[in-house]
């Protein structure tokens, strides 16, 4: 029962941290977007917050710059257990159209685990409402 | 905006110059080096100040570097630097918004302004290292890519 | 029996589990009307219309790991958050409800309870500093400078209609309309009214005072470091805050809640709701002002508005009027 | 004197929806020092260019920056037919510019959504961001996509405007320009918004001259400068509008420059749709192959001239592709805007400029330092890290 109400918490309640690991800026405006009154994700208890240390799910656009990877898995470790990820874009699941830039990597899930994939180029606000709720469903 | 005989005047001041006109109606000065100044201060005069950005080109014979102004037509100052001595006379001086892409171009192309104030990093990394021109054509870049061994996940 | 009433006091109603739930559900309260004003739904999903989702919030949130800087004084980073729920809970206890006795009403539990609810902006200040994080620090200090800026405006808004009915007993404040029939002295306290409604602003650290939380300067504030259990904590002792501070300015300025039990609870529920809303309006329709505008519009405007009613206040008592 | 602390901002700051590194001296709460470090967001773009033909470029280039993605396009679109020597449809510059406009009011009232975020003023963050949903839809409905709308083409414009999408737009109009009128009156009436913009992050019209600073951000400092009108492009010529300038020459000013300009827009938007001309939407041969020989191309985007330069080789690849994004222009100057106001002045300092570093940072180019040790752990190197790490310090085993 203990479990079930922790699970039910869980599910009713991800706070997010948005990280730009590089990308160009559209999947962060679709996100700010999804936020905001014409989507609205705070119905789903969706909050954004400010620090890893709040945050339940990390959303992860832009395919993972070199400098940025080690701060990425900084902002990662800061993350209290249990930690999702997302990655919001293509570029964020695989590199997408930076794929072969030589300070690029390809895609989020080089350097940090990744339980979700949203692909889009960019995402559409109804894609990342999708993909937060299949998330969701797994828990 | 009363029409202006931009080619006059731009020959007036430049009379050792190649002034052309392009198609789009902007202008291409070649000037020397050693007279890059001048030529600017003389498009103070004219009431073009506005630098826009610097250009750093690799040719394979020289390297070649352009200077757009925007005043109300566009006119580019190109100026060719030997390859052997890739340097250019800073315009901190005459324009201080020269100074972010005189650093851009002694970042990526290895072309140093003489004269600058301040020679920190600004588009590369802090930890860059030395000798290193990433637009240069014939620059040796470290290994393309440095991905993770699988691992995991 | 009586030890019973004690336990059920302290635990049920109006201790703990009252205020916790009841908090829970004006912070719901809060975000709904928030969201409606920013022409969005809000909370949906979690229970009925959203009502859960504080909860839901607080269960996940002691629910995760927890983890303390490894700068960190950790005991005191640890005591912070219990300290600062202690403070508003026993503060809680003096909102005068039910079965009062010489326990929790007695001349002057309204300067007990405006002292408890200080400890709080305290321990996120001694949270913020022990955090050992330059964004915590920074909040830490900003916690500081604000509550120097709107303790004293706070301070004499509350105590004006304590002077009226020349009184220091919460409940015998809240009572004075009814009990000496001068049902004119609420509207002329309007002046404190507003200074209480927007220095409890401050103290709840919400918009336009959320400087020490800016989250666009200082990320998290002092709760930066702050996760899992101890940010439960605190997310608890704000919402008790939130009810505490309502409930205390519902009381004395609009007139108490008596009437038994259970019509004093109803009183106490939609009071309390009506300040909570309009603490809502506040940060509906302002930006976020800077430290150092805060504390001259404290001092240049809040200060001397609080002044200017106590001196109303005892002109009317120097009449003889009351 | 209070002691001198460093505050390092960045590179993830949560005013900062982007990468990029800032370091503040402060003493108290006063900032006595400010130096910028971009550079963590390039991911190379001018060297894959190189490597890519026309049209791949444009690709490219258009996620250069997610916001301003039409105005890279057309710049490069611009500097590649200047090369070619086309001529263009009218149609075609004429929807070009429709694009160009919806995208400066998109943009501009995202930067006024993030400005009061910045102030903490989340209300009007979400009205604006509703009313940006507006422009969304019609650019929705002229290119299909919400974001990266690969609507230009060398040439021309890769799609028609039927006359039903037309009449939508001219709808939306007169809606979004009562909304823009009431933010007006916002910004300039309610009290704690003023206090926060008013005064702050001071630009004097010679600094913003010296300094070659571009776009709203000049002329809110008084610069008259305006590419639309200084170096026609595209259908501008043929269209009539007011360049808005403003002498305030503090975040204020930024605010109501941006929000004239958005009121331009919707004329100017008006003027092209009534004036739609008939005919072609591109230009019907284009070669692929591109004569050798370097043009240069300027674009008023919604944060300032666009800049693109092109060497073509004759081959259908670019020898040379040169971006300066208007954010690279007015940073330096908004760094030494800040200095001298409080840290909480930051974020919306910084941010009156609408800083996009991903328009900037597309130069250079990061190695993997091995000098420096700087590497990139696997997950299962992490995995392996963090078992350690508790069982070091939390005496947890797994």
Known sequence: MFEGLKRWARKKSPWVLHFNSGACNACDIEILAALMPHYDLERFGVLLKATPRHADVLLCSGPATKQIAPRLQRIYEQMPEPKFVVAVGACACSGGAFRGCYNVLEGVDQVIPVSAYIPGCPIKPEALIDGVAKLLGKI | MVARDWQADLTALFPTGEVTRGADGFFWVKVDADHLHEAVAGLKGLGITNLSTIIAEDLREHYLLSYPFLGTTVVTLTVRIAKDRPEVPTLAGTVAGAIVYEREIRDVMGITPVGHPDLRRQVVPEDWPEGVYPLRKDVVMPPASVAPQGGDK | ?322 | MAETIHLPIGPQHPFLKEPAKFDFDIQGEEIVGARMNIGYNHRGLEKLCEERNYYQCLYILERICGICSHSHTTAFCQATEKLLGLELPKRGLYLRTLVCELERLHSHLLWIGVAAHEVGFDSLFMLVWRDRELVMDALEAISGNRVNYAFNTIGGVRRDLSDEQRKKILALLQPLIDRLEYYTNIGSHEPSFEARVRGVGRLSKQHAIDMCTVGPFARASGVDRDARRDAPHAAYPDLEFKVITSEECDIFGRVLVRVLEMVESCKMIKQILDGLPEGDFVAPKVMRRVPAGAAISYYEAPRGEDIHYVRGNGTEKPERVKVRAPTMANLEAACESVVGSFVADIPIAIASIDPCFSCTDRTSVVLNDRRRGRRVTTWGELRTYGIDWYRRNRGIHF
């Open chain 3, 1 to 322: 029996m009586n030890a019973l009433k004690v336990a059920l006091y302290l635990l049920v109603f109006p201790g703990f589990a009252f205020q916790s739930v009841f908090s829970t559900w004006l912070e719901w309260l809060d975000r709904k009307l928030y969201a409606r004003m920013q022409n969005r739904r809000g909370p949906l999903y979690t229970g009925w219309s959203g009502m859960m989702q504080p909860v839901a919030d607080i269960i996940k949130l002691l629910a995760k790991e927890d983890i303390t800087p490894a700068h960190a004084d950790r005991k005191a980073f640890a005591f912070m958050p219990v300290l600062s729920l202690a403070a508003v809970i026993t503060a809680g206890l003096y909102i005068p409800v039910w079965h009062l006795s010489k326990f929790n009403s007695f001349e002057g539990d309204i300067v007990v309870v405006a002292y408890l609810l200080t400890i709080p902006s305290f321990s996120l200040f001694l949270a913020g500093w022990f955090s050992v994080s330059p964004y915590s620090l920074l909040g830490g200090t900003r916690v500081l400078t604000q509550l120097f800026a709107y303790e004293v405006p706070f301070f004499l808004a509350v105590l004006t209609p304590a002077v009226v009915s020349g009184s220091w007993r919460i409940a015998t404040i809240g009572a004075y309309p009814w009990t000496s029939g001068h049902w004119w002295v609420m509207p002329i306290q309007i002046i404190a009214f507003g200074v209480a409604i927007l220095t409890l602003q401050a103290k709840l650290e919400r918009v336009p005072f959320d400087i020490p939380e800016a989250e666009t300067e200082v990320v998290g504030g002092p709760l930066t470091e702050y996760s899992g259990k101890k940010l439960a904590l605190f997310r608890l002792q704000k919402d008790i805050l939130m009810y505490v501070g309502s409930a205390l300015v519902a009381c004395v300025f609009l007139g108490g809640f008596r009437g038994g039990l259970l019509l004093g609870t109803l009183q106490l529920v939609l009071k309390t709701m009506f300040v909570v809303a309009l603490l809502s309006v506040v940060r509906a329709a302002c930006a976020r002002i800077r430290i150092d505008q805060l504390v001259s519009f404290s001092w240049r405007w809040l200060a001397p508005a609080s002044i200017v009613q106590f001196l109303i206040v005892l002109l009317i008592k120097a009449k003889g009027a009351m």
